[in-house]
């Protein structure tokens, strides 16, 4: 006792200041309230692991790094909103907007600000006049006597790389590491330690901590494998868990606050494995009565598959069913939008809206064949001057990068009322059996 009395007399006064705490993490949770096929994630057995770590931690804060919804039909058929409902069970301290958080358009946002209990931070997303979408850039909160900033950032190309013009309406991302110093700088006068929570581009949380020394931590979300490793750069660390709840991220920290730098960082992940951690009863109820709603209408048979299809798989097939059931010449799906694999067995409906969440429509264009371009002519031969029919998903047809790297700029597309769901789910209903 005596011992370790004179050990912590003799450490200069800045060591004495180090505080213990921990970030949790989680990101992408994509409305995957139910564990996937390989029995990982769930909300209500994420909540059960984040309450688990909350009893036995001094300096404990929860956060996610935005795309909360899409991804299930409880997100698309009543557009994202439940999903908030049942997160304001994870007991967020803090939430981040990402890129499908725009997919019910903009003006679907302040609906989720709304049914959110927990605070949204996000610092770069503005509308024309410069004007915040989110109520706050940032936010302070005290843990184990750390001021903790936590600043919410998406990605630069959030509307030329992810949004169309109707999803976008007047909003914009300003470029995410100049707008991060500029609130770090601010922030760090007021804290401790700074976070950024982004939905960014991992190169640029990398970018983040190699520029921007006021910032401490960046916790990310949008790459749905997350980081294999911590990333360290003079002390600061950047980090990223996977997608879909399928891990539990933990971030525990030992700063020092008078120098309001890391003294030490460990970076775990806990594994969901619903067989393991029990489901909190409280969130399970939630998620049933949601589920519920949606079973009627998309659990039923539609086909049956013979194999097992991954994402890059069954892409060929959408542009197949696009083809054949839009009477089109040409089309192209992006591998983006492939969003789950097609499991072997009895195809249901509700498998489709997995693979497809987003209420894309089709659109359509009648061109010279002279006027098809080469990555939409692939290998097809074209004559010049017959006309074809070109049938495309709106986002690939009105989405920046999309139109640039099929280079479709200048071609008009009609709209449909036709979903690119409905399409692929007509198409396998005619097939019976895919091989
Ligand atoms: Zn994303």
Request: glycine share 6%.
């Amino acid at each position: 006792m005596r011992y370790l009395f004179l050990l912590a007399a003799l450490l200069p006064a800045a060591a004495q200041d180090v505080r213990k705490i921990t970030i949790l993490h989680s990101n992408d949770l994509h409305a995957r309230l139910l564990p996937d096929s390989n029995q990982l994630g769930g909300f209500a057995h994420l909540a059960t692991a984040v309450r688990n770590e909350r009893k036995g931690c001094t300096g404990c804060l929860y956060v996610h790094a935005g795309d909360l919804v899409q991804g299930t039909p409880v997100s698309t058929l009543f557009k994202g909103t439940p999903v908030y409902h049942v997160a304001n069970k994870l007991k967020f301290d803090a939430h981040t907007l990402g890129n499908h958080e725009f997919d019910y358009a903009y003006t679907q946002i302040p609906v989720f600000l709304k049914a959110a209990k927990f605070p949204v931070v996000s610092a770069n997303i503005v509308d024309e006049r410069g004007k915040l979408m989110a109520p706050r850039p940032y936010l302070i909160k005290k843990v184990n006597g750390v001021r903790v900033a936590i600043l919410g950032a998406a990605m630069t190309d959030l509307v030329q790389g992810f949004l169309t013009p109707r999803t976008a309406g007047p909003y914009r991302a300003l470029p995410v590491v100049e707008t991060m110093a500029k609130y770090a700088k601010e922030a760090r006068g007021k804290a401790d330690l700074v976070v950024v929570l982004g939905h960014i581009h991992q190169k640029e949380g990398s970018q983040i901590i190699q520029d921007v020394p006021e910032v401490n931590v960046v916790v990310e979300g949008h790459n749905h494998a997350g980081r294999k490793e911590l990333e360290q750069v003079d002390g600061r660390v950047a980090v990223g868990c996977q997608g879909y709840g399928r891990d539990l991220c933990k971030l525990e920290l030992e700063v020092d606050r008078k120098q309001k730098k890391l003294v030490s960082w460990k970076w775990t992940r806990i594994p969901i494995e619903a067989k393991r951690i029990a489901a909190a009863k409280d969130v399970q109820k939630q998620v049933d009565k949601w589920e519920k709603k949606v079973a009627e209408m998309v659990d039923v048979k539609i086909g049956e598959s013979r194999r097992e299809f991954n994402q890059a798989e069954f892409r060929p097939l959408i542009e197949k069913a696009m083809l054949e059931e839009m009477k089109a010449d040409f089309t192209h799906m992006n591998s983006g939008g492939v969003r789950d694999r097609l499991p072997r067995g009895e195809i249901r409906a509700r498998h489709i809206w997995n693979i497809m969440p987003f209420d894309n429509r089709m659109m359509t264009a009648k061109v010279k064949g002279a006027a098809i371009p080469a990555a939409l002519r692939k290998d097809k031969r074209v004559e010049a001057e017959r006309e074809y029919t070109i049938a495309l998903p709106d986002y690939v047809a009105t989405n920046e990068s999309q139109v640039k790297s099929l280079g479709i700029v200048g071609i008009r597309f009609a709209e449909t009322d036709i979903y690119l769901r409905d399409v692929i789910i007509e198409w396998v209903k005619k097939q019976k059996v895919l091989q």
